[in-house]
Nanobody
């Protein structure tokens, strides 16, 4: 059983930055992709950013491209993923969930991720 734990959320003013972390532990797979989804109040969850097992492939939602950076810890069995969030906007306010998918490649589809963290709240004030 893979377990995920996020940290790093908080309240920040527009234009500010936050760094989210997610640690995968337990019986992790040999290879797994990691990603971040965001769920804004009253809305469905949306793909934010994803990274492949190797870390060589990343993908971002258009709304965060150029502002957010996803990375994966090359050491420590690659079990930690980060989301560097810069130039934050009020519309980035959401609960951010870390998700894991068995296999080397990522997708943008929520249903393809079988393991989820509890989420961390990010609130951006105007």
């Amino acid at each position: 059983q893979v377990q995920l734990m996020e940290s790093g959320g908080g309240l920040v003013q527009a234009g500010g930055s936050l760094r989210l972390s997610c640690v995968a532990y337990g019986r992790t797979f040999t290879t797994y992709a990691l990603c971040w989804f965001g769920r804004a109040p009253g809305k469905e969850g949306e793909f934010v950013a994803g990274i492949s097992w190797s870390g060589s492939n990343t993908y971002y939602a258009d709304s965060v491209e150029g502002r957010f950076t996803i990375s994966r810890d090359a050491a420590n069995a690659k079990n930690t993923v980060y989301l560097e969030m810069n130039s934050l906007k009020p519309e980035d306010t959401a609960i951010y969930y870390c998700a894991a998918r068995q296999g080397a490649t990522m997708t943008v589809f929520e249903y393809e991720y079988g393991y989820w963290g509890q989420g961390t709240q990010v609130t951006v004030s105007s």
